[in-house]
């Protein structure tokens, strides 16, 4: 816990400048949170651009940050927003952010959790984020500026790292209390999914039907907005399968099962799963709060408050940040039109637009975006041409039909966040169904947070207005009907998260992932024994989609060549994969020396994998020590220092 420690100061340097700009209510401190944990991640990017990282001068960047902001504050020329907020307020909104733990609780309990003889298990899907996001940090607690490739050692990394800085300072530069990596990504896990939770709150309570029909949005979003897990019991019902076969389906991807057709993960996800797209959408949805009312006429604080969190968020994911802030251009365009608002009210907002375009800049200097432009392709492709309509209600059906009909005027509750939620689902869609990635899915992901949070503001307008009405029962019977049919998914999910007892395979992986007590006697040998930027290589080609990321994950060293599903694909990953499995199974121990001196290989890996797959080539290794000196071994592994 010593970690969560350096979680809040890391986060308290934006607790004056939040406070100052949205006032002491939650808003305020939830804002200051979030400032105040990505400028300390853009304050340890700096330590690291400067080429002097050491604790002292990260300890040293802290405290002027800390006096940069607090001196922001100070100077912030406009009063605090106003908002009316009471005690029931607070209640209401502490019980919805409790949600997030709640959720997460399980599944979070036994990722990595041990068995009694020492192995340790990874349940699926952790095994494409959680492992990733540990090789990620570990690499960036190596200090380099551009980080290199974990997976591509001779290349630098082109991902959006900045959510990672933190932990990888801390875990690098801090206590030896506060090492273990994986306990630090789980406290930043929990506390970003907090602060998510209460940003798609806020957002929602600014549509102005009250904390109540907020927290019912809120809950209905979060807990019941996709209908797959009903559906997948239908079927398996109808076909008169028993329903534990739940426990061997991606339950919230039904609609690429079924259909091939796109998919959208829901909140949960985002909080178990990558929490660093929920720190940017947290930061832009905070962003969009002051002017959710307001809209076009929004005064100049509101206009520089929302362009100060939409461009952090840009640093944290440029294409969410980009994407919110594209919304928030809709929609003050489309609300100048509506009001017959003048030019020059519409002008002012382009200051709002100025820290987004900054941050997008800082990005392509410092190299995340790589080549991912190109990857980039426009129309209705791929998977959103399969089943388009099926596939949208089947993900978002009973959130979204019923907040249809917060488009209908209600003189009781304001346009304006009606007016920014349609214009946020004109994005997402837009996103969703005519843009596409390498990654096919990619996109899909994040055009889908986007429509949930703006769902959650168009269900507040229709609970509110129900409420309003006193109509209790009807709200009650539609928030009943609404979570019988999302909840299965939600449920049947995060008990799969927890799964780790399922050792079947899945669609080309594990289910669970496993690590022996001699692989992990073996990762503890190289942690300790090998320089921290030795280049440690397995055969990445036989291990498929299970075991992808094991040396850069848990033995925290680099590999020549691997074969990443997190990041953009390469045909260079394949073309030195290649090379390395022609290193393990030559049979020829100098014409695989040779490959791996080529390859800048460090020690080689050798555990039951490549023994099944390369007898002749493991046994041409281990007869060669003039080429491959062992320097460890035991029951399963044997490690070998290229000379």
């Avoid at 049947?492 to 001699?518: E, H, K």
Wanted: proline share 6%; aromatic share 10%; glycine share 8%.
């Amino acid at each position: 816990m010593t970690y969560l420690l350096f979680w809040v100061a890391a986060a308290a340097p934006g607790l004056p400048l939040g406070l100052r700009v949205f006032g002491s209510k939650p808003l305020g401190w939830v804002a200051g949170l979030a400032i105040g944990y990505t400028t300390s991640c853009l304050v340890g990017w700096a330590v690291l651009a400067l080429g002097a990282p050491s604790g002292l001068a990260f300890a040293g960047a802290w405290v002027a940050e800390c006096v940069a902001l607090w001196a922001g504050a100070r100077l912030w020329p406009w009063a605090p927003l106003a908002h009316a907020w009471s005690r029931s307020d607070t209640q209401i909104f502490v019980a919805v952010v409790l949600l997030a733990p709640l959720l997460m609780a399980a599944p979070y309990r036994n990722l990595g959790a041990a068995d009694g003889s020492g192995t340790r298990y990874y349940r699926a899907y952790f095994t494409a984020d959680f492992v990733w996001h540990t090789a990620l940090t570990s690499e960036l607690g190596r200090f380099d500026m551009p980080p290199r490739n974990p997976y591509m050692a001779a290349e630098p990394l082109h991902y959006y790292w900045t959510y990672f800085l933190v932990p990888a300072v801390v875990t690098s530069a801090g206590p030896a209390n506060a090492v273990d990596v994986e306990s630090a990504l789980k406290i930043n896990a929990f506390c970003t999914a907090a602060i998510l939770m209460a940003s798609i709150f806020l957002l929602a309570w600014s549509a102005g039907a009250g904390s109540v029909a907020a927290a019912i949005a809120v809950a209905l979003v979060v807990l019941a907005a996709s209908a797959e897990g009903l559906i997948a019991i239908w079927d398996l019902v109808a076909r008169g399968a028993p329903l534990a076969r739940l426990r061997d389906l991606n339950i919230d991807a039904i609609t690429a099962w079924k259909y091939q057709g796109l998919r959208i993960d829901g909140v949960h996800r985002t909080m178990l799963y990558t929490p660093q797209h929920g720190l940017s959408c947290a930061l832009a949805l905070l962003g969009l709060v002051p002017v959710a009312q307001a809209g076009v006429r929004a005064p100049i604080n509101h206009i520089a408050a929302a362009g100060l969190l939409l461009g952090l968020s840009t640093t944290v994911n440029p294409f969410l940040g980009a994407a919110f802030s594209l919304i928030y251009g809709l929609f003050i365009v489309a609300d100048a039109v509506c009001s017959r608002a003048p030019v020059t009210a519409l002008l002012r907002h382009v200051w709002a637009a100025v820290p987004p375009v900054l941050a997008v800049l800082w990005g392509m200097a410092n190299q995340m975006s790589g080549d991912a432009g190109s990857a980039l392709t426009f129309g209705l492709a791929g998977f959103a041409r399969n089943a388009p309509i099926v596939t949208l209600l089947m993900s978002l059906g009973p959130a979204l039909l019923p907040a249809l009909v917060a488009f209908i005027p209600d003189r009781r509750l304001p346009t304006v966040p009606v007016l920014l939620a349609a214009s946020g689902l004109f994005v997402g869609l837009g996103l969703l169904y005519f843009v596409m990635l390498s990654d096919r899915s990619w996109v899909g992901f994040r055009a889908g947070q986007i429509l949930l949070a703006m769902l959650t503001v168009l269900l507040a307008n229709v609970f509110g207005r129900l409420i309003l009405r006193r109509r209790y029962i009807t709200a009650t019977a539609l928030t009943v009907l609404i979570l019988a049919i999302g909840s299965p998914t939600v449920l049947i999910d995060l008990r799969n998260a927890s799964d780790i007892a399922n050792r079947s395979m899945g669609p080309g992986f594990p289910w669970t992932l496993t690590i022996s007590p001699a692989q992990l006697e073996a990762i503890s040998w190289v942690r300790r024994a090998t320089p921290r930027t030795a280049v440690v290589q397995m055969d990445p080609m036989i291990r498929g989609r299970g075991h992808w990321s094991f040396i850069p994950t848990f033995a925290q060293r680099r590999m020549a060549a691997g074969l990443p599903i997190s990041l953009l694909p390469d045909p260079a990953y394949a073309d030195l994969s290649r090379q390395v499995r022609e290193l393990y199974r030559s049979g020829d121990a100098s014409r695989a020396h040779e490959l791996a001196r080529k390859l800048r290989i460090g020690y080689l890996w050798i555990d039951d994998n490549e023994r099944r797959a390369y007898p002749d080539g493991v046994a041409a290794i281990d007869a060669a020590p003039a080429y491959f000196k062992p320097v460890f071994r035991n029951s399963e592994v044997a490690v070998y220092q290229v000379r």
